[in-house]
């Protein structure tokens, strides 16, 4: 089992900057791949960045973004520390959502673990 917690939402305005964090426990191998995906009212939750990290030879990190987001937000993870994150940079008020955590095994599939979400508000 994986259990993640996010944090760092807030409300901004826009052009600010958020960095969220996804703290991570449970089987390290059940979250190689961690991502960020969020969901606004009335729409359907979207996908925003992933990152997979290998475990056993070849080491290699692999990540990837949605095009809306692409040299705004960077995603990054710590794993001494166990954490996840998605630093967020010039926010518009179209990045407002709740923005959910999640962790699967593999480099594709469907993501098994969730955690509850941050609200991130951009005021215009």
């Known amino acids: 089992q994986v259990q993640l917690v996010e944090s760092g939402g807030g409300s901004v305005q826009a052009g600010g900057s958020l960095r969220l964090s996804c703290a991570a426990s449970?089987?390290?191998?059940?979250?190689?791949?961690m991502g960020w995906f969020r969901q606004a009212p009335g729409k359907e939750r979207e996908w925003v960045a992933s990152?997979?990290?290998?475990?056993?030879?070849?080491?290699?990190?692999?990540?990837g973004m949605t095009n809306s987001v692409k040299g705004r937000f960077t995603i990054s993870r710590d794993n001494a520390k166990n954490t996840l994150y998605l630093q967020m940079n010039s926010l518009t008020p179209d990045d407002t959502a709740m923005y959910y955590c999640?962790?699967?095994?593999?480099?594709?599939?469907?993501?098994?673990?969730w955690g509850q979400g941050t609200q991130v508000t951009v005021s215009s």
């Open positions: 449970g089987s390290t191998d059940s979250r190689r791949c």
């Open positions: 999640a962790a699967r095994q593999g480099l594709v599939g469907r993501f098994n673990y």
């Open positions: 990152i997979y990290t290998s475990i056993y030879p070849p080491y290699y990190t692999k990540s």
